[in-house]
């Protein structure tokens, strides 16, 4: 499957693509090809976008200024958004990692979104890249969302601008659906789960290779209190030393259990991937999962490498809490750098996220020359 495939002929092939289970619920959207013939009634189709006001052709937000915050959406009632799309013009080198995206629910103090904007749609390291997935896809510098985000009591989305040089042009479109006070739509939203994303970065630190039961020193991919399900990952890897990074196992721990109550055999393995990826100088991208993005092949594995999976057909649900982690390396024998968006949904208030490392801290590791493991 190439990764321009479009994701409308994803759902060809799946027509059960839906955002869970068995036939949609009223305010979840239409989800896949089979339910289009299902007409809805009360739904108005919205856009905020970036469009010239005057009738021009200047369709975006120009010159924002180093350390400005600027809203993209401010939504009043209830609704979900569908879709949305960003493109930027700025010159300045990892401005992906440097513009923060945030987004608030029903109006909530603390961001149940916030990631450097390249992150949050799939991209590692600040760089653009083509790839391609059910619920983001990402066309060089064209970056797509598809995740559901309902809301009852409003919605906001907002931008800062967290390099050192403006930001010349911001293009976007935020796609939505709107629910008329009272309706059996609205009523809907407020028992469905809210959409949150999380960023995190580790320079992971090698320990002894002893047995790793309990998971204390993985790399963190979520950490949740609430009720809610997990709907995935995108992880990046920037090997520091030479030789095979995988084989970390993903430990999932459910509502608190002591030791994890899912756990996996290996990195490549709970990315859908097997055998060191398979070795072969090649990247694929599937619905749900893939390695989209491969640095240098076996047996080097230095570079910079993407890979995603995504819950979409067996979220992991929580009743109170939820960990999700991963070793880096055998029983976390290995020292890279890791950073990654997990993405899932939950009801409110959820925990805090920790504070975003100041810009200059998010940034790739360059002119890295990579030592051989020992």
Known sequence: MRPWMSRLSWLL???????????PSPAAGLG???????LREGVKRE?????????????????????????????AGAGTITHIWVTIGSPERYHLRRIVLRAYWDGEADPSIEAPIGDFFGLGFGEPNYWASAPLAVADRALNCFFPMPFSRGARIEIENQGEQPIGAFYYHVDYEAYAAGSDL?????????FHAWWNRELTKATDGAPNLDGKHNYLIMAATGHGHYVGVV??????????????????????????????????????GAWNFNTLNREYN????????????????????????????DPVTFDRSLRVSIEHGTNNNRGDDYS????????????KFPPLPPAADRLPIDNWTAVPTK
């Open 286 to 313: 599937f619905p749900y999962f893939g390695y989209s993005r491969k640095g240098n092949p076996h047996p080097d594995y230095t570079g910079r490498h993407s890979m995603y999976r995504f819950h979409l057909e």
């Open 47 to 75: 856009r905020i976008s970036s469009y010239d006001r005057t009738g021009g052709n200047r369709d975006y937000l120009p010159d924002i200024r180093p350390g400005q915050k600027v809203t993209l959406a401010a939504i």
């Open 235 to 272: 992880l990046h890897v920037q090997a520091l030393a030479t030789g095979w990074w995988g084989e970390g196992d993903d430990m999932i721990t459910v509502d608190g259990a002591p030791l994890p109550t899912m756990t996996g055999t290996g990195l490549e393995d709970y990315f859908l």
């Open 32 to 38: 896949g090809l089979r339910n289009l013939v299902n």
């Open 340 to 351: 990654s968006v997990a993405y899932w949904y939950q009801a409110e208030p959820h925990q």
């Open 13 to 23: 092939v799946f027509p059960a693509l839906a955002w869970g289970q068995g036939a």
């Open 186 to 194: 609205a009523r809907a939203t407020e028992g469905q789960g809210r």
